[in-house]
Nanobody
Framework: QVQLVESGGGLVQAGGSLRLSCIVS????????MGWFRQAPGKEREFVAQ????????SYADSVKGRFTISRDAAKNTVYLQMNALKPEDTAVYYC??????????WGWGQGTQVTVSS
């Protein structure tokens, strides 16, 4: 059974940092794109960042560039999202996703982890 399990969310003050983790099990990652999305209350889910598992190429939403860093550890089958200089507008449920190249639909979603940034 394929599972994506996130952890690392929590409550932090504005300007603080958190690191989210997503462990993938039940499937061998090759050239997949691992990504993070987020959804704030009353808003649509939005893209945050992604990384190509094999080549390490990354991309970010403009709203998080320079503050968030996505990375992966192949030995641990884990993708991370380091979030620095957090702002109240970063408050959301963060989801880990996985998709194959050329597919617009992820083959996996995590259950989500809550990030709350207080002002």
């Amino acid at each position: 059974q394929v599972q994506l399990v996130e952890s690392g969310g929590g409550l932090v003050q504005a300007g603080g940092s958190l690191r989210l983790s997503c462990i993938v099990s039940g499937r061998t990652l090759r050239n997949d794109f691992m990504g993070w999305f987020r959804q704030a209350p009353g808003k649509e889910r939005e893209f945050v960042a992604q990384i190509n598992w094999s080549g390490g190429t990354t991309s970010y939403a403009d709203s998080v560039k320079g503050r968030f860093t996505i990375s992966r550890d192949a030995a641990k089958n884990t993708v991370y999202l380091q979030m620095n200089a957090l702002k109240p507008e970063d408050t959301a449920v963060y989801y880990c996703t996985a998709r194959t190249p050329g597919s617009g639909t992820p083959w996996g979603w995590g259950q989500g982890t809550q990030v709350t940034v207080s002002s």
